[in-house]
């Protein structure tokens, strides 16, 4: 062991501090709870040196990361986000290089003490233990070699640990020659991403399932609840407001069965494959005994590739599941642009409904309350559809037998993931729960509407309709005020016709209501405007 107190600076100089220098992003487990984990490194000099093909290295002493991951540290100071912001990719690290032990030792090339000390520290690391070591950048060169390496690093200084040696001392236990036993970074780093974005997914899968019932229980509440429904910004015929939140509801859930189709096409992994799909290094058993241990310990459906070549350089699947998240996004953003125009106002907009007040929303206009929620959202929705287009571009970009860029797709796809889930939970118990509905002005805006005349035309005719509609409008009269006094139909055929459950389709027409003859209904109605006292705002003489 040797000490350079230079090596701080060295590693500010070189942009990748980050370990020591910022607050901890530790990351909550799949349960929810903080993972266990070290704690900060302590400040000091205290280094060892390790060798690999390019020369030797110091790195800290305590740390479980070792020379290859000090290298991608320097190398890739770009997004100053390691990969332990992903925990879920994390776990799925460990549980390859445990599936891999089990494999490795059950075809006879890896001896038994090894592969249980590796086996123990991938379980604590599936717990939440040593997330802060997995140092490397998300964004980086190599195709994922050095998340890869930061792992094998991490796990075989943790192994020999508990096999009673010091970190570093690779004679006892190696993290290329035992940890990395039968892979390369080509098919460990794919197959470990499709399973984080299996436990990710599942997560966001839950929480769209939640949002998709809140607003089906807010479609029940407002079952009753009739309103004006608009199409191009101009006012159409009647609904509910329970139909409309249905409607949110059932295009939610179709969003859910979309990404789910998607979990079967992330199971087909690749492991056994190697560098380029041919296998070199790997015995002709590993390949079905890593699968079969992985989806044991993952709890996932998993196959081999039929093409290990086909596999490892394509990212299609990839790609399908960044475009099911863009159209959810989009989907989810239109929803959110919905209850922002239903709530505008609350008195010069349309005002249907009441979103809950989340935060005060000027700094210069008292009592001014924004739809924080929904807009958050919104840009969410933003960012997810600017992912999907670096996704394409990088499944484009590779090159022959491999996919150089997947740590891009990787980050693009799982922080997309992630912000859908927190988005979709921010939304429901924050916005969705607490809305409610402006009863009072969505009555009279009815009311009043001419959207309600198209369901008058089978008994008054057409013309008779558009009179109505057109005296409706100037003179702002309730609409069935209008057709008893014009004498078109009678109080309780109106009522009938005009009823909340009729009017919205609830409630099917079952009986005919004779269509009344009337040879001048524009006059009948303007006769009828004269007797009522309605009053056309716009004419002084009128009344």
């Known amino acids: 062991m040797t000490t350079d107190s230079s090596r701080t600076d060295d590693r500010h100089d070189a942009g990748t501090d980050d370990l020591d220098g910022r607050p901890d992003q530790r990351p909550a487990d799949q349960t929810g709870e903080q993972p266990v984990s070290r704690g900060r490194r302590a400040a000091g000099p205290s280094t060892r040196t390790e060798t690999d093909s390019l020369g030797s290295r110091e790195v800290p002493a305590d740390a479980y990361w070792g020379i290859h991951t000090a290298r991608a540290l320097e190398n890739f100071p770009i997004s100053q986000r390691p990969i332990s912001v992903y925990p879920d990719l ?15 030792v059950e075809i006879g090339v890896l001896e038994r003490h090894k592969a249980d000390a590796i086996e123990q520290a991938c379980v604590e690391i599936r717990g939440g233990a040593l997330h802060d070591e997995f140092a490397v ?12 390496m930061n792992s094998n690093e991490v796990i075989a200084n943790r192994a020999l640990e508990l096999m009673g040696h010091p970190k570093g001392d690779y004679a006892h236990l190696h993290p290329i020659d035992d940890v990395n036993r039968s892979q390369s970074t080509n098919d460990t780093y794919p197959t470990s991403v499709k399973i984080a974005m299996v436990l990710t997914l599942r997560r966001l899968l839950d929480e769209l399932d939640l949002l998709a019932t809140a607003f089906a229980t807010k479609g029940a509440e407002f079952h009753d609840v009739l309103k004006v429904g608009r199409t191009q910004l101009q006012d159409a015929v009647p609904m509910t407001l329970g139909q409309e939140f249905v409607g949110f509801a059932h295009t939610l859930g179709e969003d859910v069965q979309r990404l789910r189709d998607v979990i079967p ?15 070199i290094t790997a015995d002709p058993q590993y390949a079905d005994a890593v699968r079969r241990h992985l989806s044991e310990l993952s709890g996932m459906e998993l196959v081999t590739a039929p093409d290990l070549i086909e596999a490892t350089s394509d990212t299609g699947v990839f790609m399908t599941l960044s475009g099911a998240l863009k159209r959810s996004a989009i989907k989810l953003s239109k929803i959110c642009n919905d209850l922002r125009l239903l709530s505008s106002g609350p008195q010069a907009g349309i005002g249907e409904i009441t979103l809950p007040p ?10 001014k309350v924004n739809p924080v929620i929904p807009e958050v959202v919104n840009q969410v929705a933003f960012s997810v559809a600017g992912a999907d287009v670096t996704v394409t571009m990088a499944a484009e970009a590779g090159q022959l037998q491999l996919n150089a860029f997947e740590p891009v797709i990787t980050h693009s796809v799982m922080q997309s993931l992630q912000w859908m889930t927190y988005a979709c939970r921010t939304l429901r118990v924050n916005c969705v729960d607490g809305i409610e509905a402006n009863r009072a002005r969505l009555t009279q805006q009815v009311e009043t509407n001419v959207g309600s005349v198209t369901a008058l035309t089978p008994y008054i005719g057409y013309s008779a309709a558009a009179a109505i509609a057109h005296t409706a409008l100037t003179t702002n009269a309730p609409i069935a005020r209008l057709v008893v006094a014009a004498g ?28 009344i003859d009337v040879d001048d209904p524009a006059a009948a109605v303007a006769r009828a405007a004269n007797a009522t006292g309605v009053r056309n705002p716009g004419d002084e003489t009128a009344g």
């Open 90 to 104: 994390v776990i799925a690290l460990a549980l390859v290089k445990q599936a891999a032990a089990r494999a490795n």
């Open 137 to 148: 950048g998300v964004i980086q060169g190599g195709a994922g070699t050095s998340t890869n």
């Open 265 to 279: 096409l992330l199971g087909e992994i690749n492991l056994g494959a190697t560098a380029i799909g041919t296998g």
């Open 358 to 367: 989340r935060q005060a929303g000027s700094s210069i206009m008292p009592g």
């Open 488 to 515: 078109l139909m009678s109080e309780e055929q109106v009522q009938k016709v005009l009823s909340p459950a009729r009017l919205s389709g609830l409630e099917a027409v079952t009986s005919a209501i004779p269509v």
